[in-house]
């Protein structure tokens, strides 16, 4: 048994809460509802390391040590709700639905393509010591997204079977900080299930647990290092029902592949390395021929670029914007079942869904998430009253979003703010001026800020801005 991996199944207890919570939306955010994406197939956890991803090195335990932020209070009574998207089929009817999970209280919020009805289903935590991450798959073969979390704390998957409601404990990778594992979901072994992987980001090894035989496959394939700063992006490159080996390398823009058909290794160049581009890979099958192809969103113009396996031609559509006002997010799936993988982006500044329909090419748009803080008195009890003023919408900007310890990162407020005061939910994290703390641990920190907004001189609150510390 290899250091940080061991196996064990159980049962555990979960509470299901299953109905409509348009009321419940509506009371507490009006007409604004929720936010959502994952990537279909593909994984939450690659989708998300690859899209915090922003062009100044590697994602240090990919950040899903990013991921494990949990929702917290500022000084305004604000509490930060961390929607992470997490679309999936969770009905079975072969379209992705829009849904999140909540890292507030480890709820599943999905939005059901096949009667527009809402689940709401509570599983996980992000709270300490768990650190939650999101991991939705098929992992019992019957056609339906589970409900799945990968426990960073002590390296163990929970997941709700949709077959049989049973559920299934086990222990598969480690969350340590000498192993870094990242969960890298796939079916490796060509049996319709989904299989337990870990990426080990210390030596780049990959750790498979077959759902088929319960054997494990350890296999060497990426590097995190300096200059190459690796990504996972497991994918079915060459069509047999099996997902690869793959990663993509932040350092030249290549795309290292190892097809299980025939063992081969696939080295193609597709996306930029440079940081003015800031490309973020986001494989899928935008042909329709079974397999994935190589894509890359350009988050420096808000287009994507695709390399379409089927004919080896080019396809570059702007869908999406770069501008930092939306924060735009990459969340491309199967959402209208034709069995193409559809470009899509959630944005954030308003927790909207933008959806191109590859069958008709027709838009999408729908509000499912949310984006922004909600005040405290909203969702729950707070000691002292909180004085309720009209503030503008607004957040921290950040000159960088992935920085090294002892690097500086430069905050300031939006127009209209003056006076303001920044505070992170990591201590000695981030300094006044932007600095880095010496010897912080790498993981993502929420900074958030308050002062005076000039134009009324209200005292108003600054929705938070990640910043992801690496080593």
């Given amino acids: 048994m290899q250091a940080g991996l061991k196996g064990r199944k159980s049962k555990g207890i ?26 279909g197939g593909f994984l939450i956890l690659v989708m998300l390391a690859m899209t915090v991803f922003t062009g100044s090195g590697p994602l240090s335990k990919f950040s899903f040590t990013g991921l494990r932020s949990h929702a917290g209070y500022d000084k305004a009574g604000n509490i930060f709700i961390n929607d992470i998207p997490v679309q999936g089929d969770y009905d079975g009817d072969g379209k992705a639905d829009l849904a999140v999970w909540r890292q507030s209280d480890g709820t599943w919020y999905v939005k059901k393509s096949s009667d527009g009805k809402n689940l709401v289903f509570a599983w996980g935590s992000s709270a300490a010591p768990y650190y939650d991450v999101p991991v939705p798959a098929d992992y019992d073969g019957d056609g339906i997204t589970d409900f799945a979390v990968w426990r960073w704390g002590n390296g163990t998957w929970y997941i709700k079977n949709s077959s049989d409601g049973s559920q299934t404990i086990f222990a598969w990778g480690s969350g340590a900080k000498e192993y870094n594992d990242i969960p890298v979901v796939g079916d490796f072994d060509g049996d319709g299930k989904a299989d337990l992987a870990v990426w080990r980001q210390t030596t780049g090894t990959w750790y498979v647990h077959k759902s088929s035989d319960g054997q494990n496959i350890i296999t060497a394939w990426g590097s995190p290092a300096s200059p ?70 350009r988050q420096s113009d808000g287009t994507w670029y695709i390399k379409q396996s089927s004919d080896g031609k080019s396809a570059v559509t702007a869908y999406g914007s770069s501008a930092q006002a939306y924060r735009d997010f990459p969340t491309q799936a199967d959402f209208d079942g034709d069995g193409k993988t559809d470009l899509a982006v959630w944005r954030k500044a308003t927790g909207t869904w933008y959806v191109r329909n590859s069958e008709d090419s027709s838009d999408a748009i729908t509000a499912w998430g949310i984006a922004e803080p909600l005040p405290v008195s909203t969702l729950a009890p707070t000691p002292t009253p909180v004085p309720v003023v009209q503030c503008p919408n607004a957040s921290v900007n950040a000159s960088l979003g992935t920085v090294k310890v002892k690097d500086t990162v430069s905050l300031s407020a939006p127009a209209g703010f003056a006076g303001v005061a920044y505070t992170s939910n990591r201590t000695s994290v981030l300094d006044v001026t932007g600095s880095v703390g010496k010897g912080v641990s790498v993981g993502q920190a929420l900074v958030s800020g308050s002062g005076f907004y000039a134009p009324a001189n209200r005292t108003c609150s600054l929705s938070g801005t990640l910043i992801l510390v690496r080593k």
């Fill in 228 to 297: 190459y700063f690796d990504v996972p992006v497991q994918a079915d490159y060459d069509g047999d029902g099996v997902t690869d080996l793959a990663v993509w390398r932040k350092g030249d823009g290549n795309w290292y592949i190892k097809q299980s058909s025939d063992g081969q290794n696939v080295i193609l160049a597709w996306g930029s390395a440079g940081a003015q581009y800031k490309d973020l890979p986001t494989p899928g099958d935008y042909d329709g021929d079974g397999k994935a192809d190589l894509a890359v969103w």
């Fill in 14 to 39: 979960a509470v299901e809460i299953i109905g409509d919570v348009r009321k419940t939306l509506d009371k507490h955010v009006g007409p604004r509802t929720v936010f959502v994406a994952v990537l």
